[in-house]
């Protein structure tokens, strides 16, 4: 039987975290500069402004900032100030918050700007923020000579604001279907698609946030507990961004 709290293992998977990590981080900087053209399409005019294109790229921006501090703390082999680099690593709360609010506002406009529903998801973004504030200010890393990298030293106080995202991710899918419920098997293209997408964006909130939720309940060591925060955090921006590139780009054609 495996010892996750052996030092060896720990290291070993430590290894394979920081791997994984650098794999993902490819993928989304190929992914951001890839899709630069919609945001310059924005600016040029040949898509209609509209203000939430401001969270969708604060959605993109963020999750670089995050996955380049990620680069910076892992592959430096000077000593840095690793509090520092976990403190600015709020970054990767925010790209959590930002790919949430795309769903919240997507959410509202279904349910055509209904009070009560503006209400429940202000109170989850405001309930989600505060979980990552205060998971990143308990947060402590520490430099490892051994390693030659940051190690942080108590990721499990990232627990409540993991499963808190999951939670209220899943319960806006569920509201946003509900919505979508009256127009699934509509004649109307648009209404066809945002079931399919919502359909697919609870696929990916289940494959990006259900791992990581799983693995700090289990908290078997640091390692683990890391291992999959990163991918699941550009796994949701991807599919937040794509879908609202998807759908914008329907809406204009048919305006």
Known sequence: MVNYHNPATIAQEFVTLVKLWHVVDGIFI???ITTLDYEWDVI????????????YSLARVTTLMAIILNIVGFDTTTPINCQVWMTFEFFASLAFVFSSLLIMLRVIAIWNKAKMIIAIAMGILVVDISLFINSTIRL??????????????????TKPAIIGSLVSDIGLFL???????????????????????????????TVAEVPPAVLMILDLNVSLNLIDQTPGMIVMTIAATRVYRSLTTIYSSNT
Do not use: D
Request: hydrophobic share 55%; charged share 15%; proline share 5%.
């Open 30 to 32: 190929w992914e951001f």
């Open 44 to 55: 040029r005019g040949h898509h209609p402004y509209r203000w939430t294109i401001w969270v």
């Open 140 to 157: 402590r890393a520490t430099w490892s000579p051994e390693a030659v990298t940051c190690i942080v030293a108590n990721i499990e106080s």
């Open 175 to 205: 509201v946003m279907l509900i919505g979508l419920l009256p127009l699934r098997g509509g004649a109307f293209a648009l209404g066809r698609t945002l079931w399919k997408q919502g359909l697919i964006w609870l696929l990916f909130a």
